[in-house]
């Protein structure tokens, strides 16, 4: 099976390709799923710059996209960032809406410390750990299907950083995955990046398995054309099964 259950189009600030040009080479490449998920944002700093996005106007946009390109299975996706911070506020705007994915996803440690983009310097010990820990409350606390890029704040790197004292808090992220039927993502963002791996890496994805783990899902994360198409190659070199995720009971 080919899919990306992590893509962003012309809704998305950030994003600079549009959902025709990514449902036209879905198609051409025949894939069988993908997943817009735009981002919904919602911490006072973000929604100062950027905004709040229409969620009708989204809706109806996945829905001509659909009717467009009835060929492949188009689903209407959301990545809702830094969740845990902003859960009732964001539940309340997207009840009725029906969004599938719903990634849930860890932008920013601090309010002025977001370790999505390049950082000035890498994070301390203590920083590394506070990031973790806020992926653990979003995976205790919210309603999300996948937990998305865990481990983002490495994209920019060159090299790999000691992580080990994060290893008993990631064990208690994945056992909450776990109980919880939430789907680990394999981001492929950090293959365009400096740090050329695969987020979360090899060595946390048999983690996961070991501690009983079999829940995934495929991410290019891309906000560009030419960051979508691999997904599937990705997979079968991890040895990931390519099973898209379902809506979770």
Not at 159 to 167: G, N, T
Not at 222 to 235: M, N, P, W
């Amino acid at each position: 099976m080919k899919y990306d259950f992590h893509l962003h189009t012309q809704f998305s600030f950030d994003s600079r390709m549009t959902g025709d040009e990514l449902l036209g080479k879905a198609v051409k490449l025949q894939y069988d799923e993908i997943a817009i998920t735009e981002h919904l944002d919602l911490l006072p700093q973000e929604l100062s710059l950027y905004g709040l996005p229409s969620l009708n106007k989204y809706q109806a946009y996945i829905k001509a996209l659909q009717d467009k390109f009835p060929e492949i299975k188009l689903h209407k996706g959301i990545e809702i960032g830094d969740y845990h911070q902003v859960r009732d506020f964001a539940q309340n705007l997207i009840e009725g809406f029906d969004f599938f994915p719903i990634l849930g996803s860890v932008h920013f440690v601090s309010e002025h410390l977001n370790v999505a983009i390049p950082l000035k310097k890498p994070l301390s010990p203590i920083e590394m750990q506070e990031y973790y820990l806020h992926n653990l409350k979003l995976a205790s606390t919210c309603e999300i299907d996948v937990l998305a890029h865990l481990g983002v704040y490495k994209r920019y790197y060159e090299s790999a950083p000691d992580e080990s004292s994060a290893l008993p808090i990631l064990k208690d992220i994945f056992q909450v995955m776990i109980e919880r039927g939430i789907a680990l993502e394999i981001n492929l963002s950090s293959l365009r990046k400096p740090y050329q791996e695969v987020i979360p890496e090899p060595l946390f994805i048999q983690m996961y398995r070991d501690l009983g783990g079999s829940l995934f899902s495929l991410g290019s994360d891309a906000h560009v054309l030419d960051g979508f198409g691999d997904a599937h190659l990705i997979a079968e070199k991890l040895g990931i099964p390519s099973i898209a995720p379902r809506r979770r009971i």
